[in-house]
């Protein structure tokens, strides 16, 4: 009876026999309501719903951040470079007149226009234990004396050119000037440096040549463009016959007169006869 008078005033009650006014149960479902009810948020001026249970927010544009794994700094690059070219023993404390060697036209090239300064040819490879060990002590000898052109040959990319110059040992160097060209060569290291100090010294003073640039030998560069491997051309020059006065002087001497056709010696016991032909 009460329950039915409770619901025709307007009230609930709930099975236990709590009674509650509508108001205040409007009072909690609103409150309810506005705890679950996403809230608005302004994003790039314009307001939006999210489930950001808070009070409403201002936020700009979001602003996107390189992932620091895949990018590396810039620090980092240079350092990565450094390490790389640390490796490369053989670029290391080069002097200006010292210069790496890229093909065979590039070394026929340098010695010709090098002219009457000294040249020293420096073959080289970068596995060899010797030629590391020597190769601070040749920059040392290219900055002492800065008129003399270091031309160095990597082995292992010249394999075949080094093959038609006739270079089997490492390290390996030869001298060069002007029309004398080849003025020596030979192989050393660390331990026998002398005969590098003692060439130079021979062959540093600087000396006038008649005559054009020689540099390789005309064998040597007949080697080189017959070898198929490389790209390089070469023509043998033409023999000058001189003329007039010079020609007879170079005109090649008549033959002597051979004596008459004789039989050969014919050894008999202990006694040598000489059977001459009787001319007929």
Same mark, same amino acid.
């Given at each position: 009876?009460?329950?039915?008078?409770?619901?025709?005033?307007?009230?609930?009650?709930?099975?236990?026999?709590?009674?509650?006014?509508?108001?205040?149960?409007?009072?909690?479902?609103?409150?309810?309501?506005?705890?679950?009810?996403?809230?608005?948020?302004?994003?790039?001026?314009?307001?939006?719903?999210?489930?950001?249970?808070?009070?409403?927010?201002?936020?700009?544009?979001?602003?996107?951040?390189?992932?620091?794994?895949?990018?590396?700094?810039?620090?980092?690059?240079?350092?990565?470079?450094?390490?790389?070219?640390?490796?490369?023993?053989?670029?290391?404390?080069?002097?200006?007149?010292?210069?790496?060697?890229?093909?065979?036209?590039?070394?026929?090239?340098?010695?010709?226009?090098?002219?009457?300064?000294?040249?020293?040819?420096?073959?080289?490879?970068?596995?060899?234990?010797?030629?590391?060990?020597?190769?601070?002590?040749?920059?040392?000898?290219?900055?002492?004396?800065?008129?003399?052109?270091?031309?160095?040959?990597?082995?292992?990319?010249?394999?075949?050119?080094?093959?038609?110059?006739?270079?089997?040992?490492?390290?390996?160097?030869?001298?060069?000037?002007?029309?004398?060209?080849?003025?020596?060569?030979?192989?050393?290291?660390?331990?026998?440096?002398?005969?590098?100090?003692?060439?130079?010294?021979?062959?540093?003073?600087?000396?006038?040549?008649?005559? *054009?640039?020689?540099?390789?030998?005309?064998?040597?560069?007949?080697?080189?463009?017959?070898?198929?491997?490389?790209?390089?051309?070469?023509?043998?020059? *033409?023999?000058?016959?001189?003329?007039?006065?010079?020609?007879?002087?170079?005109?090649? *001497?008549? *033959?002597?007169?051979?004596?008459?056709?004789?039989?050969?010696?014919?050894?008999?016991?202990?006694?040598?006869?000489?059977?001459?032909?009787?001319?007929?």
């Amino acid at each position: 009876m009460a329950a039915a008078q409770a619901v025709a005033k307007g009230s609930v009650v709930s099975p236990c026999g709590y009674r509650a006014s509508p108001g205040l149960l409007g009072r909690r479902r609103g409150a309810v309501a506005a705890r679950i009810a996403p809230s608005a948020v302004r994003i790039g001026g314009s307001w939006k719903k999210t489930a950001f249970l808070g009070g409403r927010l201002a936020v700009g544009p979001r602003r996107s951040r390189p992932e620091s794994r895949n990018l590396a700094s810039p620090v980092q690059m240079n350092m990565n470079l450094a390490i790389g070219k640390s490796m490369r023993w053989w670029e290391k404390g080069l002097q200006p007149n010292m210069r790496e060697i890229e093909s065979a036209q590039d070394l026929v090239d340098s010695l010709i226009n090098a002219g009457d300064r000294l040249v020293i040819v420096d073959f080289f490879s970068p596995g060899c234990g010797g030629c590391r060990a020597l190769h601070p002590k040749i920059c040392q000898f290219a900055e002492q004396n800065p008129d003399v052109l270091f031309l160095q040959v990597n082995y292992e990319e010249h394999k075949s050119m080094c093959y038609s110059l006739h270079v089997h040992v490492l390290p390996f160097f030869r001298f060069y000037r002007g029309a004398q060209g080849r003025l020596c060569s030979f192989s050393c290291t660390n331990a026998t440096i002398k005969k590098f100090k003692d060439a130079l010294a021979k062959h540093k003073p600087d000396r006038c040549s008649i005559g *054009p640039t020689r540099g390789l030998e005309e064998s040597e560069l007949l080697a080189l463009a017959e070898n198929k491997d490389l790209q390089f051309t070469y023509t043998k020059k *033409p023999e000058l016959i001189p003329s007039g006065d010079a020609a007879a002087e170079h005109t090649a *001497p008549e *033959p002597a007169k051979l004596p008459g056709v004789t039989k050969p010696l014919i050894r008999l016991g202990s006694e040598e006869r000489s059977l001459v032909s009787s001319g007929r």
